[in-house]
């Protein structure tokens, strides 16, 4: 079993819908980070959590420490949010990867 | 700010010879980490360094590979000698320090092994 798990592996969705994806996780941690791949290659960190809720525009990521779940929600969904998005929790030294959603949003 | 800056944008070369991948993180950035993404196996942590130093050099996949960090403004991931298993793109990423910060990831050179 992985040690970080993303759910959907794929995801289509239509212009203007709520989107969220989810990361589950089975190590203790000291903070979790949502990437954010584009199709071009560049990667770009969106959040880093370590509890609580974070927001940024239309993006919105929350962790449940007690449950080691963590999602992020994208409202009102746009062409260029299809991109990969990526998890990655840090455990002690080291981080560890989700294997990514790929997100396409269609106009 | 010009963001981190990684060279060669893209490499190939022929399986035996030596690479040599350089970054140059943001200023002021004491966390650099060297990243590296294949299909197969996504993205992998490779090394990571604090104030210079080599922290972490776990994710190091065997001898063939070194990093080096000379100062706090440059640092150079080196493949000796080259496999073809190696071609991926590496990414170099800093951070303001080592404890729960936002990376910044440079552009990633794809590098590939013939």
């Known amino acids: 079993k992985n040690e970080v798990e993303q759910s959907p592996q794929n995801l289509t969705a239509q212009e203007g819908e709520f989107i969220t994806i989810n990361c589950s996780y089975s190590v203790g941690i000291s903070a979790l980070h949502w990437l954010q791949q584009h199709p071009g290659g560049g990667i770009v960190s969106l959040f880093m959590?370590?509890?609580g809720k974070k927001k940024h525009g239309r993006l919105i990521a929350t962790i449940n420490i007690q449950e080691k779940h963590s999602s992020l929600h994208i409202t009102a969904s746009h062409p260029r949010d299809s991109a990969v998005y990526i998890c990655?929790?840090?455990?002690?030294?080291?981080?560890?990867f989700g294997p990514g959603t790929r997100l396409s949003v269609l106009p | 700010d010009a963001g981190v800056i990684q060279s060669p944008r893209h490499e190939v070369t022929e399986m035996g010879q030596e690479v040599t991948l350089r970054c140059k993180p943001i200023?002021?950035?004491?966390?650099l980490f060297w990243y590296r993404q294949t299909m197969m196996r996504g993205l992998e942590l490779l090394i990571y360094?604090?104030?210079?130093?080599?922290?972490?050099d776990s994710g190091m996949p065997e001898d063939r590979f070194s990093a080096k960090m000379p100062n706090a403004s440059f640092s150079t991931l080196k493949i000796q000698p080259s496999e073809p298993r190696d071609s991926a793109v590496y990414f170099c990423?800093?951070?303001?320090?080592?404890?729960?910060?936002?990376?910044?990831f440079g552009p990633g050179t794809r590098l590939l092994v013939l």
């Open positions: 990423a800093s951070s303001l320090s080592i404890a729960q910060e936002t990376q910044y």
């Open positions: 959590l370590s509890s």
């Open positions: 200023s002021g950035h004491n966390s």
């Open positions: 360094f604090n104030n210079n130093v080599p922290i972490d």
């Open positions: 990655a929790v840090r455990k002690g030294q080291n981080f560890v």
